[in-house]
């Protein structure tokens, strides 16, 4: 067990381009979440898998952003035309039919 | 209102001392409640997590939850210079296992 894996872990990105994130969730695990976290606040969640099925999203997630489970096992997310007030730490979090959600290290994001 | 709120903290407490942190939550069908321990610049990792109205302990660490004064806390027994952290409470709201995070409480522990 690796635990949750996200890449890349930083990323600098002029405003305007598009960034992906990707996550590999513990083995096994049928749930993953992605969540956004800035400077002094808790995560907000943004949107959920059951295996390959995206079953909520956040108002947060606006139509920049998507996300996608394809194979049930890694995800992606992907932010459109990118803007300042997307910088964040993106977390991937992963779980197994169970209460417990273990997050990945997080990917930073900084737009300039 | 905010879903779930926590003092911002700094909370300081001497080395060796108890740490009690505190955090209240808005929902009435809020099942399930976890206590997640973030460092600065790391992602939240998480402690411990309560269902039952109570007490739960773990090691030097006690959850405790109140439904009916939608209340729950953590207590830190033997607070520990490495415990400094921003402590992050978070509720699970509905079957999906979403959580809700509040702002997190900063803890200090003076050696």
């Known amino acids: 067990d690796t635990g949750v894996s996200q890449d890349p872990r930083h990323k600098i990105t002029k405003r305007g381009q598009n960034v992906t994130f990707r996550c590999d969730p513990i083995?096994?695990?049928?749930?993953l979440y992605w969540y956004r976290q800035t400077l002094g606040q808790g995560p907000e969640f943004l949107t959920y898998f059951q295996n390959e099925a995206q079953l909520e999203k956040s108002r947060l997630l606006s139509d920049r952003f998507s996300a996608e489970r394809p194979k049930g096992s890694f995800s992606t997310l992907e932010i459109q035309r990118t803007e300042q007030g997307d910088s964040a730490m993106y977390l991937c979090a992963s779980s197994m039919d169970s209460i417990a959600i273990y997050f990945g290290e997080g990917s930073w994001l900084t737009v300039v | 209102q905010k879903e779930v709120e926590q003092n911002s903290g700094p909370l300081s407490v001497p080395e060796g001392a108890i740490a009690s942190l505190n955090c209240t939550y808005s929902d009435r069908g809020s099942q399930s409640f976890f206590w997640y321990r973030q460092y600065s610049g790391k992602s939240p990792e998480l402690i411990m997590f309560?269902?039952?109205?109570g007490d739960k302990e773990d090691g030097r660490f006690t959850a405790q939850l109140n439904k009916a004064s939608q209340y729950v806390s953590l207590l830190i027994r033997d607070s520990q210079p490495s415990d400094s952290a921003t402590y992050l409470c978070?509720?699970?709201?509905?079957?999906?296992?979403?959580?809700?995070f509040g702002s997190g409480t900063r803890l200090l522990v003076r050696p």
């Open positions: 309560i269902y039952s109205n």
């Open positions: 978070a509720v699970n709201v509905d079957s999906s296992y979403k959580l809700i």
């Open positions: 083995s096994e695990h049928n749930r």
